[in-house]
C-alpha cells in the first residue's frame, strides 16, 4: 500500500514507546542510538556552529537536553566542550524512566547528569539554562505536546533552543528505510520509517511555530528548530 506523505502519520505509536515493549530490545536500541546519531544527526556540526561560539572561557554554562534516550548525544556534546577547554554543565532529561536507567548506567563524566522528567517539571521548579537542545524528540509529539514543549522551552532557555529532527519526505522514507535494516535486534527497524512518517515538514514547523522561533534545514533530511530567548 502506498504511503501517504502529506499529513503526519500521528495514529501509529513508535515501539519504544511502548511501556511494555521488550526490555531488551529497548536497551540495544539505546546503544545503537549512537552509531545512528553519528551517522545522520549531525550535532558535530551543530555543536561547532550554534553552542561553541557562545560559550565563555573560564565560565560554566548550561545545557538541558530534552527526551535523551541513552544519552549519547549529552554526553557527547559535554566533551566537546571539555576538548575544547570549555565548560559545559549538561542535564538530561526524558519522560522514560527506562531511557534514565539505561543512559545513567553507561560511562559518564561529572558534567552530564541523566534525570526522569518532563520539561515541564522542570519549568515548575524554575530551572533556567543557557541552551536547550532535543534531537529525534519532535516527532514523538502529538500537536498539543509539540506546542506545551516549545512553551517550556521559552521558559527554560536565557540563550539558545535547538530541536533537531527528521524532516518527512517521500524519498528520505525511500533512502531511510535500508538503513534502518542495518540495526537488527533493535525497534530502529520498525521505528526509523515510522519516525519519517510522523515527522513534521520544515512548512509544517514555520506554520506551528510560535513568532521568535526559526527553522533551517539540516543534511540529510533534518530542520533544525531554534530560538533566541531575548531575556539574559
Ligand atoms: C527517538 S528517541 C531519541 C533519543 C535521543 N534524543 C537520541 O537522539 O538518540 C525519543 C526520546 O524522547 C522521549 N520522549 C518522548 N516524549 C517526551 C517528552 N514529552 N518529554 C521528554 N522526553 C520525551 C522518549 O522517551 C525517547 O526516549
Redesign the pocket.
Known sequence: MAVDFSRREVSARER??EPDCDLSTLRRTYAR?ELL?ALV?GWRRVYRTAVRPALIPGRTMTLLD?????G??ARHLAAWARRDGLRLQVTA????AR?ITYAAAQPTSADVTFRAA??GDLVREGQRFDFVT????LH??TGE?FTA?LRDCEQLCRGRVLHSDLTRSALAYRLFTPLSLAFPGTFIREDGPLSIRRSFTRAELAALAPPGWQVQPLFPFRHLLTYQSVHA
Not at 93 to 96: L, P
Not at 134 to 137: A, D, K
Open positions: 519504544m514507546d542510538f546519531n544527526s530534552i527526551g535523551c534516550g541513552g549519547d548525544v532529561i526524558d519522560a522514560d531511557a518532563l520539561s532535543s534531537n529525534h524528540l514523538h509529539l505536546e514543549l
